[in-house]
């Protein structure tokens, strides 16, 4: 079977570490690459190391392409909220600064309008104990991240972080997505 690429879609979510993200969204049916990168600031080409100062402006994301015809963008809104939590400013777990913040950085109008709905949605059901502080902004621009740093899960699963903290969030996904694996 041969595929169009012009049908398949572009979504860019920060949930905190991008190790963490990525690990997540390689495994959904549908989704077609992952890329870890840097978005969402104010000066072009960062690196990892100026990123970390928390001074860029930049959030730790990652851009996905995915096929609409397998798995929505509200789908993935879904898995987004789930694994990470969107009701911390600028922390994810133990990692702390603005570009561990949660993000979602909107490619379109529809997405945008999702995002907002979604938002406001959980929000409303008290689904969380504190409201949500998920930023949602107009996507500018996508900086892959170092090599290193592309598929660091799958490279390096006994690594520290890996193990007691990437690990315990897949099998989480995995159980409560199973429908929706690779």
């Not at 572009?10 to 870890?36: D, H, M, N, P």
């Amino acid at each position: 079977m041969t595929s169009n690429k012009s049908k398949f879609e572009t979504a860019t979510f920060g949930s905190g570490c991008f190790w963490c993200t990525e690990a997540i969204f390689e495994r959904v049916k549908g989704v077609l690459t992952v890329v870890s990168g840097y978005s969402g600031g104010d000066i072009t080409s960062p690196s990892y190391e100026s990123v970390c100062t928390g001074k860029t402006g930049h959030a730790e994301v990652c851009q996905m392409q995915f096929d609409p015809d397998e798995i929505s963008y509200e789908e993935l809104l879904k898995i987004f909220w789930k694994t990470h939590d969107p009701t911390t400013l600028n922390r994810q777990g133990a990692d702390v600064g603005t570009q561990y913040r949660s993000i979602i950085l909107y490619h379109n109008e529809e997405q945008k309008k999702s995002a907002e709905f979604y938002k406001e949605e959980l929000d409303n059901s008290g689904a969380y104990n504190h409201k949500i502080v998920t930023e949602i902004s107009e996507f500018k621009k996508f900086y892959p991240a170092e090599a290193y740093h592309q598929h660091y899960f799958e490279k390096n699963p006994y690594q520290g972080y890996c193990s007691f903290v990437i690990a315990p969030k897949v099998e989480k996904f995995e159980k409560v997505f199973s429908e929706k694996l690779k």
